[in-house]
């Protein structure tokens, strides 16, 4: 075990803090109520907190548009409270890692200032700058991806919203600069990065035209009236080629080293994980990103053993296939970014059954997991009714999109933006049953609306108090995970490939060798491993499940329940 690495072994958690916990009553999420809530953390068994940013920004998205990078926003408090955080993150042995946005800056930022004010100063070309839009590119939130600025009578490119400028990241100052804000972290003791949106960070040189017969907003709406596969593949195909030109340049990999050498300048394995799936990024699998996410496994609209068996095969190849260092693989079910985990994959008959189900999956995989606040205590998509409520831009960029240029009724286009926003997946964390509840005291108001569910019990004090809930299985399940050798480093190795209701799979690692079992249907099912050579006939040590069964040892042949999420040792004679 000792030859793996801290980040191989931890589980991580996302905290998104504006809605984590809000210590000083103003309705929004800060370093205080993160502090006070680091117990809560620790007793949930993970290992490392990633931060989603916590720099100052005018949250046009949400803090993804920074404004200062060696700070801490003030709503969020001091550099002083950051410091104290993460000396009482590491004093209860979790790690931290921040968000660090490479492809553009807030237009707020002082180097844009600099930049937008004239053709000749000092940062002039810190930005990508044209004298006319040179093509029909598109921004991915909010239309056109060149924005015109009176100061220097020209455009800057944008590939998310205007108020998000790509930097110019073939001009070496720009790098400097940002190296510089890295380190500024990296001295204060933080452990590494989530590296936002990288293969952004630079465009197609001769700036080739996307040929997709629309522009975002109809390409959007395109998207939500199609049904038929023919038009599902139209859709998919045209977005592929809206954007193909505007992201995935190879000049990022020696970006990537460049940022790797910093860190591995620094003791104590500092880590950089990319927020992308393609595995290329992980270099030689020594010199460029330690992780980068799996995202394929949770793009799908229903997650089969056969997806994840496909799934996993592509990876884990591609990963042992690296040539200096084999890859290690990182596994999520939900972000800022997606639909929860627990609306995603319920099927509205077996909510809490598949919530269990897809939380074990993510937990038991090969890889390390990254769990989404909220997950633990079953959080659902949370639809707002009013467009006066909705604070991520792209959504209310796509509602008065539609109403105003393409005419869709206020009311089916508020239900839309409910669904495409990402709001519905950041409301605020469920504490207990009070008012707002508890995230902020009971007088506050909320920066977004809490989902009033947490009165049915969606919240952590009601959780906590009843031994069978959603909360204390992913306690118990994380206990389980950080005392298996196998689960944290072992190898996978499926069995049974062609069953369509369960996935079974084998983790070995050199001390021990663990079963698990994943019965993705709502029938009990018979589990034969006789012929297995992993298994044959080895007795089997129950490790947990979710059913109501007892401990003890078992062999092969055995029944599993519905849904049931069976973890065994296997007994070596
Ligand atoms: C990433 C973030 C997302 C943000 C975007 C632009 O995809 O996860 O929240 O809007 O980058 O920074």
């Known amino acids: 075990m000792s030859n793996f690495k801290w980040w191989q072994t931890a589980v991580f958690y996302q905290i998104y803090p504006r809605s984590f916990a ?79 946005v490479l492809n553009h800056t807030s237009d707020e930022h002082a180097w844009f200032k600099e930049s937008k004010s004239s053709h000749d100063n000092p940062k002039a070309d810190w930005y990508v700058w044209a004298d006319t839009p040179p093509n029909n590119w598109q921004s991915c939130f909010d239309g056109d991806a060149w924005t015109y600025v009176p100061e220097r009578n020209q455009y800057y490119y ?58 975002l907003a109809e390409l959007r709406r395109f998207s939500e009236l199609a049904k038929t596969p023919k038009e599902i593949k139209l859709k998919d195909k045209y977005w592929y080629d809206m954007f193909k030109n505007q992201w995935g340049q190879p000049a990022v990999h020696d970006l990537m080293k460049e ?27 020594a010199d460029e990103l330690h992780l980068v996410f799996n995202f394929p496994l949770m793009r799908a ?3 089969t053993p ?25 596994n999520t079910l939900g972000n800022h970014d997606s639909s929860r985990l627990y609306t995603r994959y319920g099927n509205k008959l077996h909510d809490t059954e598949l919530a269990r189900l897809h939380a074990a999956l993510v937990l038991t995989l090969k890889g390390t997991p990254f769990l989404y606040n909220g997950e633990e205590i079953g959080m659902t998509d949370y639809m707002l009714t009013d467009i006066s409520q909705v604070k991520d831009t792209m959504g209310s960029w796509y509602y008065h999109a539609i109403v ?12 839309r933006t409910a669904e495409m926003t990402r709001d519905k997946n950041r409301t605020p964390m469920q504490w207990s049953n009070n008012p707002n509840g508890g995230f902020s005291p009971p007088l506050a108001t909320p920066w977004l609306p809490v989902n009033p569910n947490y009165k049915n019990g969606i919240n952590v004090l009601d959780l906590e108090k009843n031994p069978s809930s959603l909360l204390n299985y992913y306690k118990h399940l994380l206990h389980v995970r950080r005392s298996s050798v196998a689960l944290q480093t072992g190898e996978y190795i499926p069995l049974q490939t062609t069953a369509k209701e369960y996935l079974a799979f084998v983790r070995q690692a050199a001390e021990q060798t663990v079963l698990v079992i994943l019965n993705f249907s709502e029938h009990p099912l018979e589990m034969d491993f006789t012929r297995s050579k992993e298994i044959k006939k080895r007795n089997l040590h129950l490790l947990f499940s979710s059913a109501e069964r007892r401990g003890g040892e078992l062999t092969s042949p055995f029944k599993i329940a519905p849904y049931e999420v069976f973890i065994a040792k296997v007994i070596h004679e």
């Open 301 to 303: 609209d229903r997650l």
């Open 158 to 215: 944008h590939y998310f919203m205007k108020q998000q400028p790509d930097l110019n990241w073939h001009n070496p100052e720009v790098k400097q600069a940002m190296w510089d804000a890295a380190r500024f972290w990296l001295d204060l003791g933080v452990d590494g990065f989530r590296l936002d949106a990288i293969g952004t960070i630079y465009e197609d040189p001769k700036l080739t035209p996307h040929n997709v017969p629309m522009n």
């Open 259 to 285: 940022l790797r050498a910093i860190l591995d300048e620094y003791d104590g394995d500092r880590v950089l994980i990319g927020e992308d799936d393609n595995i290329s990024f992980m270099g030689n699998g």
């Open 22 to 100: 809000d210590g000083n009553g103003d309705g929004i999420g800060d370093f205080k109520g993160i502090t006070e809530k680091l117990d809560y953390l620790s007793s949930l068994g993970v290992d490392a907190l990633w931060l989603s940013p916590h720099f100052p920004s005018p949250n046009w998205d949400c803090g993804y548009d920074i404004s200062d990078y060696c700070n801490v926003a003030a709503e969020y408090g001091t550099m002083q409270d950051f410091n104290h955080f993460l000396f009482e993150a590491h004093k209860r042995n979790m790690r931290v890692i921040l968000d660090l």
């Open 404 to 415: 105003t240029e393409m005419g869709v009724h206020p009311e089916e286009a508020m239900l």
């Open 306 to 330: 056969d997806h994840v068996r496909k799934n996993q095969k592509e990876r884990l190849a591609q990963l042992d296939a690296l040539k200096k260092e084999r890859g290690w693989g990182c």
